[in-house]
């Protein structure tokens, strides 16, 4: 069983920046795949990133290349979520998600465990 804590969302200006962190329990978190997705008000969730559980493959969605960047650390069993230049539709609830499979999927239904999610808050 994985447990997932989200942090690190907040109210940003537009352009601002904003790491969000992914905290997880358990032992085997490491061969996890990790994602993060978001979901706005009235909208359906969507992929943003992905990293495998080796962490040498990483996947991005189109709206954030070039903006976002996912890492992790292993020895602090954590996923990080940096986001640059944000913008007011990047206003979300962001989510992350792990699989057992291990890798970087961007489809929602492979992810076995999800987080509570955090709030960002990006105004004009």
């Known amino acids: 069983q994985v447990q997932l804590v989200e942090s690190g969302g907040g109210l940003v200006q537009a352009g601002g920046s904003l790491r969000l962190s992914c905290a997880a329990s358990?032992?085997?978190?490491?061969?996890?795949?990790v994602a993060w997705f978001r979901q706005a008000p009235g909208k359906e969730r969507e992929f943003v990133a992905a990293?495998?559980?080796?962490?040498?493959?990483?996947r991005y969605a189109e709206f954030v290349k070039g903006r976002v960047t996912i890492t992790r650390d292993h020895s602090k069993n954590t996923v990080y979520l940096q986001m640059n230049s944000l913008n007011p539709e990047d206003t979300s609830v962001y989510y992350c998600?792990?699989?057992?499979?291990?890798?970087?999927?961007?489809?929602?239904?492979?992810?076995?465990?999800w987080g509570q999610g955090t709030q960002v808050t990006v105004s004009s």
């Open positions: 990293v495998s559980g080796n962490a040498l493959s990483l």
């Open positions: 358990g032992r085997t978190f490491s061969s996890y795949g």
């Open positions: 998600a792990a699989t057992s499979t291990g890798y970087n999927y961007a489809g929602a239904p492979v992810y076995d465990f």
